[in-house]
């Protein structure tokens, strides 16, 4: 209902409902030289030929990019052997859950989330006019019989991070299946596999072989981890045909920008970038674990290119935190993930490993 008496334009009361989006720092006052581990960007920067994709393009600005990103869905589709027309690009993947989530939600409707999930899913889905659930997890893991309980008649859209950011976890495929199995038909699955490229689990799969078997699971994919290219913001989603149609039809017209498809396009042709990024990561994921942990510290389990350490209390989290900015490390505080006794730290280069590791054991040291 408008408010005839109001002076001022008034938002819809779920706008004023949700915390904005605080993302990871990039500047410490003071300090020249920062380490950067709190957005999950990658060990390696963008791949070269995308740098040049990028600088090639810079005479071509003027011109409208191809709105139906064509191009590079085909190379997106050639790739991971998939229906390129099943495919849709968007301006990062939050484009295109903020679309599902207005597209299937809005009022009278739940969406559904665990309870450490990724928080765009509940800006979303609040801003959709949705109640978002958020559903207690198993050690910091999906929980598929308290999302499968949680589901009401109004259910529309359930939402996983397969593996999950902020906690690294990742549910074990059949139990994935399970979940799909026993949600109903109308209940649109979004598997979001922004970290697919590090998982190492051996029966994973990001998500494609459960939009082929039904018509109501999309997954969705990104280009800024592996990638690099989180300045870029190109996002993709690969789904039934009727939903990638939904959202082909609300997206903005020309959201995926000239220089962000060419970027992407050159990144995808990088030769052997995937490839080195997981064997960098894999091998120092577990070395920056152990010496975290042999700091006495607690590292969760991580599919991810991160990692989420836990130091018992908030106050030691805080303290550890502070410590590290004192040293030019900024990590990810997690408190507005309801976490406020972790920290998570992306997996860096060698060196930045071996700096936050030094730098997390001195605080340690500091605390006995
Ligand atoms: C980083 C991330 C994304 C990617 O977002 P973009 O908008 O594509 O940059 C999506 N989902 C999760 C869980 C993420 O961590």
């Avoid at 810079?58 to 998939?82: F, K, N, Q």
């Avoid at 299937?104 to 978002?132: C, E, K, N, P, W």
């Avoid at 674990?289 to 590292?299: L, S």
């Avoid at 410590?323 to 998570?344: E, F, K, N, T, W």
Wanted: charged share 20%.
């Amino acid at each position: 209902m408008t408010d005839p008496v109001a002076t001022a334009p008034v938002p819809r009361a779920s706008v004023l409902q949700i915390a904005a989006y605080v993302g990871g720092e990039h500047k410490l006052p003071g300090v020249n030289r920062v380490i950067k581990l709190s957005s999950n960007e990658g060990a390696f920067g963008p791949p070269p030929g995308a740098i040049a994709a990028f600088t090639k393009v810079a005479a071509e600005i003027h011109r409208y990019p191809d709105g139906g990103s064509v191009e590079l869905r085909r190379a997106l589709g050639a790739r991971y052997g998939l229906d390129a027309d099943r495919i849709v690009c968007g301006t990062g993947s939050d484009e295109l859950i903020t679309h599902l989530c207005h597209i299937y939600g809005g009022a009278g409707t739940d969406i559904l989330m665990s309870m450490h999930g990724f928080t765009m899913y509940q800006i979303a889905g609040t801003y959709a006019g949705s109640r978002v659930i958020k559903v207690p997890e198993q050690n910091l893991t999906t929980d598929v019989d308290a999302m499968l309980a949680a589901v009401t008649p109004e259910t529309t859209i359930v939402f996983v991070a397969h593996p999950n950011n902020p906690t690294g976890s990742l549910l074990p495929q059949s139990e994935l299946r399970r979940l799909r199995d026993g949600l109903p038909a109308h209940v649109l699955l979004a598997i979001d596999s922004a970290y697919a490229e590090y998982v190492e689990a051996a029966e994973y799969d990001a998500g494609a072989a459960l939009v082929d078997a039904g018509d109501n699971t999309i997954m969705l994919r990104t280009f800024s981890k592996v990638f690099g290219l989180g300045g870029m913001r190109v996002g993709w989603a690969y789904g039934p045909a009727a939903v990638i149609d939904a959202i082909n039809r609300v997206r903005g017209v020309f959201n995926v920008n000239i220089a962000a498809q060419a970027a992407a396009l050159a990144a995808l042709a990088e030769p052997g970038w995937v490839e080195k990024c997981r064997a960098h990561n894999t091998e120092w994921r577990a070395k920056l674990a152990a010496a975290i942990t042999a700091a006495g510290v607690k590292v969760w389990p991580t599919e991810g290119n991160f990692l989420l350490t836990d130091f018992g209390t908030a106050e030691r989290a805080k303290a550890a935190d502070a410590h590290l900015r004192s040293h030019g490390i900024i990590v990810r505080a997690m408190a507005s993930y309801d976490l406020p006794q972790c920290l998570r730290i992306t997996v860096g280069t060698a060196e930045e490993c071996g700096l936050v590791a030094d730098a997390v054991a001195g605080f340690m040291r500091s605390q006995a």
